[in-house]
């Protein structure tokens, strides 16, 4: 905590001999959208030539400027430097906590989404192109687990938009074609949009990966029983 404070306290004098207005060409430079991590934006903009940034439903964070391109952001208590090459970037400064680990924060393109963005515009086979691309970068990101898609198709079953739950899961199953719990969550959907034919098929397409998935057993039950 004390080592905490005496950096806050040395990045405050730092900043009190620094003008924190910005020159036109930084501001140009680096405003825009930044990817934090695979799923998840950081936001630069600027106010009276001063940098802001909005991330994680904060609008309207101030960054302290320590130089022309190093800026200390509190909410995450990082030293955040702006890099020209090869292409405009963001990096975390070095220190103890992650020492020999180098963040980097790409700048997006005009139009460029994440992948939760893709769906909430409703734009599926962006998304779908996202999550691949994120899978063949990174097979182990949080952001292209099987069970955090699939409870993402759940949360919009619960809200009652069964198309948007529909094309979720569609893209689970793109993105693991062997995994049965995904086919038994695509029949689920199916079923519930009275789809019974479709829904029968990804059911058995479930079983025939997991012949012991308890979901789709049951599933199949109600459907023949009727």
């Known amino acids: 905590m004390n080592k905490f404070l005496s950096l806050l306290f040395l990045l405050v004098l730092l900043a009190s001999c620094t003008s924190q207005k910005n020159a036109e060409s930084f501001i140009n430079a680096t405003s825009g959208r ?6 998840e934006v ?21 960054l302290l400027k320590i130089n022309d391109s190093s800026f200390y952001m509190k909410e995450l208590n990082e ?12 990096e975390l400064a070095t220190k103890t906590e992650h020492e020999g680990v180098i963040y980097h924060f790409k ?15 409703s734009e599926f086979d962006k998304a779908l192109a996202a999550f691949k ?6 097979s182990l990101s949080p952001v292209i687990k099987e069970r955090s898609i699939n409870r993402l198709g759940y949360t919009f ?3 009652n938009d069964l198309d948007t739950a529909l094309e979720i899961f ?3 199953v793109e993105l693991y074609p062997k995994n049965s719990n995904v086919f038994n969550s695509l029949g689920e959907v199916y079923f519930l949009k009275k789809d019974t034919a479709t829904a029968i098929i990804n059911f058995k397409k479930s079983l025939s990966i997991n012949p012991e998935n308890r979901s789709s057993k049951r599933f199949l ?3 023949t029983e009727k």
């Open 42 to 62: 950081i936001e630069i903009f600027f106010k009276e030539q001063i940098l802001y940034a909005k991330w994680r439903g904060n609008e309207h964070i101030k």
């Open 133 to 138: 691309a994120i899978k063949e970068k990174d």
């Open 79 to 90: 030293k955040m430097v702006f890099v020209n090459q090869p292409e405009i970037h963001i």
């Open 157 to 159: 079953i619960k809200k």
């Open 107 to 121: 700048k997006m393109t005009t139009g460029e989404k994440t992948p939760n963005e893709y769906f909430k515009a």
């Open 221 to 223: 039950k109600r459907i």
């Open 34 to 39: 930044y990817l934090f991590n695979a799923n």
């Open 170 to 172: 569609k893209i689970n």
